[in-house]
């Protein structure tokens, strides 16, 4: 005789209520503690925003003083705005939106919970979030005289697209594994970014600037938003069933490593594991032979980083928007230009100095490799020393001309600020400290923290320096 026991589906607010429970008798921070800290940022964020803002007006005012630079700027930040919801949509495809822990896969999402109700809280609190992003992103761009005017306005379509990016986000985590449209959305926004930087740039220098739009598109943008933003809050409340453990615990790495790498001020935590899954989503492997075109290993290993370079084409789509990059800069703020060039070289060198990073990280792979130390490291130097000196000089008719000599010294420090970052051990955290008026002061784990930013500091001061 077989009984049938009816087994009771938890409700999922009962669920989150003992799961806060469970949480709290393990917290041992306040929530004195908790409202303290985010006190002390705000208040950081307020007194050095109130002074930093007025100076960057009175410097973006001066500068647009120039015949065209204001309707130049205006398409500026256009592009930069595209590129920036392009950069924030891959980043939050990467890593969500929606996150579930460990436990909550172990434990909830085996369950047959009613898995909207459950996610219904984070997704009301995202889109709070996105569209409150949105508003302070386009209140900066007003307060700086970047953008249109009108508050209200302005700040409605902020608000509403933000909401509209964050439900589309939802969705596209519903349907990342059947459908290719999340990675087109990107793709299609750095691509308009682009697209205008570069149409911008070419209209400059031809002397043929568009003008701003006559009429404020704001409001506009704002009556389109709104709807937009409705219709996007209900296609995320229909994908939530249908976010499972795989999109759900996608991520959840990925922010662990995030937040471990912030606690312990190691970004190589963060980076590694970026690497390792960039490489898995290349995912083959070509049987090719090296060729013989010089003897030892050194032309294997140089090879070897070529095709490293090939296959990452998203390093090279990155030096080639920082070239863009500084030609806009020459167009809209040109007394920065030549600091900007040394920053993008040395943002140019890091890209490529993945090889680098990997040998000067790995003593098994430096043991396995054999040869001296310094060949092997000074072997996967040479792609990252050709490519910013060929960065360079495309990029010099935005920077303005320098002397041989000089150009040679400034690509040799920022290239030593490359292998001096590169080849950082990692972090130790015994390093000594002293006491101030403040509380203590880390001075070791800075000083290791500034290892490579430092020599790109003189390399500054010293390009500031040659331009007088």
């Known amino acids: 005789m077989s009984v049938a026991v009816a087994l009771r589906v938890p409700r999922a607010r009962a669920w989150r209520t003992r799961l806060r429970r469970a949480r709290r008798r393990?917290?041992?921070?306040?929530?004195?503690?908790?409202?303290?800290?985010?006190?002390?940022?705000?208040?950081?964020?307020?007194?050095?925003?109130?002074?930093?803002?007025?100076?960057?007006?009175?410097?973006?005012?001066?500068?647009?003083?120039?015949?065209?630079?204001?309707?130049?700027?205006?398409?500026?930040?256009?592009?930069?705005?595209?590129?920036?919801?392009?950069v924030t949509w891959q980043g939050m495809r990467t890593v969500g939106p929606l996150l579930a822990t460990p436990a909550e896969q172990a434990w909830g999402l085996a369950t047959p919970i009613d898995r909207r109700a459950w996610l219904l809280p984070r997704l009301v609190v995202l889109l709070l979030a996105g569209a409150l992003g949105g508003t302070v992103a386009t209140a900066i761009v007003v307060v700086l005289g970047l953008g249109p005017d009108g508050w209200a306005a302005?700040?409605?379509?902020?608000?509403?697209?933000?909401?509209?990016?964050?439900?589309?986000?939802?969705?596209?985590?519903?349907s990342a594994e059947r459908r290719r449209w999340p990675q087109r959305v990107g793709t299609l926004f750095l691509s308009a970014g682009a697209a205008a930087a570069a149409l911008m740039v070419i209209s400059h220098y031809t002397g043929?600037?568009?003008?701003?739009?006559?009429?404020?598109?704001?409001?506009?943008?704002?009556?389109?938003?709104?709807?937009?933003?409705?219709?996007?809050?209900?296609?995320?409340?229909?994908?939530?069933?249908?976010?499972?453990?795989?999109?759900?615990?996608?991520?959840?790495?990925?922010?662990q490593a995030a937040t471990?790498?912030?606690?312990?001020?190691?970004?190589?935590?963060?980076?590694?594991?970026?690497?390792?899954?960039?490489?898995?989503?290349?995912?083959?492997?070509?049987?090719?032979?090296?060729?013989?075109?010089g003897p030892g290993r050194m032309s294997a290993l140089l090879q070897a980083e070529l095709r490293r370079q090939a296959r990452r084409p998203g390093a090279l789509a990155i030096c080639g928007a920082l070239a863009l990059a500084q030609y806009a800069v020459a167009v809209v703020a040109p007394p920065v230009a030549a600091v900007a060039q040394v920053i993008g070289a040395y943002l140019v060198a890091g890209r490529l100095a993945s090889g680098l990073r990997t040998v000067g990280g790995s003593a098994a792979l430096r043991r396995a490799l054999g040869?001296?130390?310094?060949?092997?490291?000074?072997?996967?130097?040479?792609?990252?020393?050709?490519?910013?000196?060929?960065?360079?000089?495309?990029?010099?008719?935005?920077?303005?001309?320098?002397?041989?000599?000089?150009?040679?010294?400034?690509?040799?420090?920022?290239?030593?600020?490359?292998?001096?970052?590169?080849?950082?051990?990692?972090?130790?955290?015994?390093?000594?400290?002293?006491?101030?008026?403040?509380?203590?002061?880390?001075?070791?784990?800075?000083?290791?923290?500034?290892?490579?930013?430092?020599?790109?500091?003189?390399?500054?001061?010293?390009?500031?320096?040659?331009?007088?």
């Open 371 to 468: 040869g001296r130390e310094m060949d092997l490291r000074l072997t996967h130097l040479i792609v990252p020393t050709l490519g910013v000196a060929l960065w360079w000089v495309l990029t010099a008719p935005a920077a303005g001309p320098s002397a041989g000599p000089a150009t040679l010294l400034l690509l040799g420090g920022i290239v030593a600020a490359a292998y001096r970052g590169a080849t950082r051990a990692p972090m130790y955290y015994g390093a000594g400290a002293f006491d101030t008026p403040l509380g203590m002061f880390p001075a070791g784990i800075l000083m290791q923290l500034a290892r490579g930013p430092d020599l790109l500091g003189v390399v500054i001061v010293l390009r500031v320096l040659l331009k007088r």
């Open 26 to 86: 393990h917290r041992r921070r306040s929530l004195g503690d908790t409202l303290s800290n985010l006190y002390m940022l705000l208040w950081l964020v307020l007194v050095y925003g109130v002074a930093l803002v007025p100076s960057l007006r009175e410097h973006l005012r001066s500068v647009s003083m120039a015949p065209g630079t204001a309707a130049a700027r205006y398409w500026i930040v256009v592009a930069v705005l595209l590129a920036g919801a392009g």
């Open 154 to 174: 302005v700040a409605l379509a902020g608000g509403a697209f933000g909401l509209v990016g964050m439900a589309a986000g939802v969705a596209a985590q519903a």
């Open 208 to 255: 043929r600037v568009a003008p701003r739009p006559a009429g404020a598109l704001s409001p506009g943008l704002a009556i389109a938003g709104v709807p937009l933003a409705a219709v996007a809050t209900v296609v995320a409340l229909r994908a939530l069933p249908r976010l499972n453990v795989v999109a759900l615990g996608a991520g959840a790495q990925l922010a």
């Open 260 to 293: 471990t790498s912030i606690v312990w001020l190691d970004s190589t935590l963060l980076t590694r594991v970026l690497e390792v899954r960039r490489w898995r989503r290349v995912g083959r492997v070509r049987n090719r032979a090296f060729l013989a075109i």
